[in-house]
C-alpha cells in the first residue's frame, strides 16, 4: 500500500512557475514509477509526465515539454513536478500516482493516486 499527498499548487500569473510535491509513504517507494496527472474542468485527467523508479527514465507530454521537469528523490520518498512558463491552459487539478509498471503513461496503469492540488495560471 502506497498513499500519496501532493503540495505545492497555488495561483500564479502565466509566465510563472510552481514546484509541486508529492510525498509518499512506505518503504517501497524506489521500486514505483511515479507519474503526474492533470484533470481540468469537463476536461478528461491526462498524463502530464512519467519517471521510472531509478530516476533515468522520464516521459512528458508535448503540451509540457521543455516547460515541465519532473524528478524524484527516493531517500525522501518524494517526486517533484518543477512547472516553469506557465499558460492559463495548464489550469488543472494535479494528481501524482504511482504504478508497478516501467514507466506508464495511461491513467489505467497506475496503482496509487494523491488525492490532488489546484493549480491555477491567471492571464
Not at 509566465?15 to 524506489?30: E, K, Q, V
Request: hydrophobic share 35%.
Amino acid at each position: 500500500q502506497v498513499q500519496l499527498v501532493e503540495s505545492g499548487g497555488g495561483l500564479v500569473q502565466a509566465g510563472g512557475s510552481l514546484r509541486l510535491s508529492c510525498a509518499a509513504s512506505g518503504r517501497t517507494f524506489s521500486s514505483y514509477a511515479m507519474g503526474w496527472f492533470r484533470q481540468a474542468p469537463g476536461k478528461e485527467r491526462e498524463s502530464v509526465a512519467a519517471i521510472s523508479w531509478s530516476g533515468g527514465t522520464t516521459y512528458y507530454a508535448d503540451s509540457v515539454k521543455g516547460r515541465f521537469t519532473i524528478s524524484r528523490d527516493n531517500a525522501k520518498n518524494t517526486v517533484y513536478l518543477q512547472m516553469n512558463s506557465l499558460k492559463p491552459e495548464d489550469t488543472a487539478v494535479y494528481y501524482c500516482a504511482a504504478s508497478r509498471r516501467a514507466l506508464p503513461r495511461r491513467f489505467l496503469e497506475y496503482d496509487y493516486w494523491g488525492q490532488g492540488t489546484q493549480v491555477t495560471v491567471s492571464s
